[in-house]
């Protein structure tokens, strides 16, 4: 049973970009009260990279965005839609414009999405749409996070998990195939408390009778526990939905690729859908959690070093605040195995 689609669709090329200041373990355990052996044991993460300037996430999704264009063989001037999946705009009105210009992307409309955690894959499914429908031919998805902007260093709890980076694909239209295979998306906004970056305001009077709210944002607040228990129920569950979607099993998939929130929790996941250790991506090491970007970099770290190879089948998974969750199955590439 495969999604009703018009024309076929593509993942033809990935790129990704971190900035180039590492803090790891050791150097936070300077910030705040925690060590290598803490962090590590209980989430998997290392180190984490951190961005530095006021369009710091214009930037690295620019080179994430042109890297992914140089292996999709696929000039800037030639895409019709830029979606940008992110939680920390450059700009409020919206930054994927300001990345089409980077870009030169002359005839390409852009905008942002925002799904946190899950918003590479609520922007890959929405992306497909545009090219099922043929409203576009050639998109170009980016997920990207500075979440180094909102977080609270003197919290242990959330300081140790969270990354920048950006990470992006080139998706396209196929008139002898469809690559994505399956989907599935969920939302529920009654468990919005576990994972918020609120916004906090104070009145301001205008006249006797008008008052607004006037502030700013507060930091990343997360029940840890919550978060862990939603995850590891929600997302084999969604997983399993979108694999029958595509009229396909657990052991056709050659790759696990979830957010890169926790290794327990990949470790959790893959342990319930019975795939094997060796079969699941994992770089949160070397980059923390960095929101919409994580699925992205792991993607293309692994095209890069060859594990993954056309035709490959790839099970992803995003999820987190929202709360949002959500799956896709896809193969890599053009080539037919």
Not at 116 to 131: M, N, P, R
Not at 289 to 309: C, F
């Amino acid at each position: 049973m495969q999604q009703d689609i018009g024309r076929g669709v593509a993942i033809i090329g990935c790129g990704s970009a971190a900035p180039d200041t590492v803090l790891d373990n050791q150097g936070l355990s300077h910030v705040v009260d925690t060590s290598d052996e803490w962090i590590a044991s209980r989430t998997g993460i290392r180190q984490r990279r951190l961005a530095q300037g006021d369009r710091a996430l214009t930037g690295i999704s620019a080179q994430a965005g042109k890297a992914a264009l140089e292996m999709a063989g696929v000039a800037a001037e030639d895409l019709d839609l830029i979606i940008l999946a992110t939680s920390t705009p450059d700009d409020l009105f919206g930054t994927a414009s300001l990345i089409q210009a980077e870009l030169g992307a002359i005839k390409a409309v852009g905008f942002d999405l925002t799904a946190a955690c899950s918003g590479f894959l609520f922007a890959l499914v929405t992306a497909s749409q545009f090219i099922r429908t043929g409203a576009y031919r050639t998109v170009l998805v980016i997920g990207a996070d500075v979440l180094s902007r909102w977080i609270d260093w003197n919290d242990r709890r959330t300081c140790v998990l969270f990354g920048d980076g950006a990470g992006a694909v080139v998706m396209q239209a196929s008139d002898t195939s469809d690559r994505l295979l399956g989907f599935d998306l969920h939302s529920d906004g009654r468990q919005n408390s576990c994972l918020t970056l609120p916004f906090q305001g104070a009145e301001r009077s205008l006249t006797p009778d008008i008052a607004v709210q006037q502030g700013t944002y507060q930091p990343i607040a997360m029940s840890g526990q919550e978060v862990y228990r939603f995850a590891v129920k929600r997302v084999p569950e969604v997983i399993e939905k979108a694999l029958f979607r595509a009229g396909m099993s657990t052991d056709q998939v050659d790759w696990l690729l979830l957010h890169q929130a926790n290794q327990r929790i990949l470790d959790a996941v893959a342990q319930r859908l019975s795939i094997p250790s060796d079969r699941v991506i994992s770089n949160m090491a070397s980059y923390g959690n960095t929101s919409a970007a994580s699925i992205p970099i792991a993607l293309d770290e692994w095209v890069r070093q060859g594990h993954i190879k056309p035709g490959d089948v790839i099970a992803a998974s995003g999820f987190g605040a929202g709360l949002t969750w959500g799956a896709a199955i896809f193969q890599w590439g053009q080539s037919d195995r």
